[in-house]
């Protein structure tokens, strides 16, 4: 097994242990062995933690040829506000798909995501660092993503994700400018990956969520004060 394998692998393990309840510091270990892998280009020593296996169907992701497929978690802290959706489903490198070093940074930018989403994912009750963390960690894939010099495989579901992401931790912060700025952004991404390109690599609901953020919230607090 090859650096990039084991990287894929290990962060395939981490988003099994997300979904496993108190499985959050297992799923740090493994997030961190991978990018480990990635950044010195050496197969790390996969952690030792009590961790199932991860299932055969979970990395092939039932022959799609997406490089990278969001799977659900369960059962997850994230708030239930009713006023707002964030994209609460890891990606899991598929296994079908062969890995490319040319890609590397691609494959940086997916497991930074799931590690963001696992300070994301921490409830209501969570220090106001784990949000500071997993907004830093949105940020920082989307830079890596949206790089115009960035040698990327087509990662338009992990962007979408992030932009909507962020733009949810600005919203719960009441800071309504950059909510607004990320969901312009996130709006583009979304016309042009759905209708333009018409890429299924989201299913309805996650769809009619990102869309319900982008129609509520991008002009109900922009109003000029009275």
């Keep these: 097994m090859d650096y990039l394998q084991a990287a894929a692998s290990m962060n395939n393990m ?36 009590a ?30 506000d009713a006023s707002s959706f964030t994209f609460s489903k890891a990606f899991v490198f598929n296994t079908s798909v062969r890995l490319l070093e040319e890609y590397l940074e691609s494959y940086q930018a997916v497991i930074l995501f799931n590690v963001a989403l696992l300070y994301d994912n921490r409830g209501d009750n969570a220090p106001t660092s784990y949000e500071a963390k997993a907004l830093e960690l949105y940020i920082n894939t989307l830079d890596i993503l949206l790089c115009p010099q960035a040698i990327t495989l087509d990662c338009s579901n992990v962007v979408i994700a992030a932009l909507n992401n962020k733009a949810q931790i600005f919203f719960r ?3 309504f400018v950059n909510t607004r700025e990320s969901l312009v952004e996130l709006a583009i991404h979304l016309h042009k990956t759905f209708v333009i390109d018409r ?12 869309l319900l953020n982008v129609q509520s919230q991008v002009y109900v607090h922009c109003a000029p004060c009275a």
């Design 14 to 49: 981490g988003v099994v242990s997300m979904s496993q309840r108190g499985g959050q510091r297992a799923a740090l270990a493994y997030y961190k062995a991978a990018l480990e892998s990635l950044c010195t280009k050496v197969q790390c020593s996969t952690p030792t933690l």
């Design 51 to 80: 961790c199932t296996a991860v299932p055969r169907t979970f990395g092939n992701c039932q022959g799609s040829n997406l490089p990278f497929v969001p799977v659900s978690l369960g059962a997850t802290c994230l708030s239930a």
């Design 173 to 175: 912060r009441s800071d």
């Design 199 to 210: 890429n299924k690599s989201m299913d309805e609901h996650d769809i009619n969520g990102l």
